[in-house]
């Protein structure tokens, strides 16, 4: 169980630009659209913590030293896939990007599109995205109004255990 990191030479964990004093995923050179950026595959829990993603309706895991640098946006540049393997407990998730990424940009994902709900210390916490699409609010899914919930299950970016709590 771990990592694969699909290009080494095309990302890496430096200071964020959208979250002052934290750090992100950064992209080192052009990245294409449809290129998976990692995959990691652990045990689940039903812990969820700040940096956990939800893979099932009620299970997570921890995306490891390298995945949990990936920060929120609402207008992001890459989704997560999970698939969740209920007899063995283990969850595998893919990052995929889901537009071209440039060098110097940050690797993104939006949170809503994982997570039933995040932890309170994220929860309505404001969005420093600066996107066009902004929210204002770091939200899970169930937070969001209809009208962004049917945006993005419209746009294939919701995991489908969302659909089921809606």
């Known amino acids: 169980m771990g990592y694969l990191l699909k ?19 950064v992209a080192q050179n052009h990245i294409a659209k449809n290129t998976i950026i990692f995959m990691f595959q652990s045990a689940a829990t039903d ?24 920060n929120h946006s609402c207008s992001p540049n890459t989704q997560i ?13 893919v990052m995929l990007t889901i537009a071209d990424i440039e060098a110097g940009d940050e690797i993104t994902f939006d949170y809503a599109t994982t997570e039933t709900t ?8 404001p969005c420093l995205c600066g996107s066009a699409n902004c929210r204002k609010f770091i939200t899970g899914f169930q ?17 489908e255990y969302l659909h089921i709590t809606d």
């Open 47 to 70: 812990v969820r913590t700040r940096t956990s993603i939800q893979v099932s309706e009620c299970k997570h895991i921890e995306p490891g030293d390298f995945g949990a640098y990936a």
């Open 81 to 93: 896939v999970a698939h969740y393997d209920d007899e063995n407990n283990v969850a595998e998730i």
């Open 118 to 125: 995040v932890t309170d210390n994220l929860l309505r916490k």
């Open 7 to 25: 290009n080494e030479d095309d990302v890496c964990v430096a200071d964020s630009k959208i979250v002052p004093g934290e750090k992100a995923l």
């Open 143 to 159: 937070e969001l109004s209809q009208k962004d919930k049917m945006h993005l299950i419209s746009e294939e970016l919701t995991a």
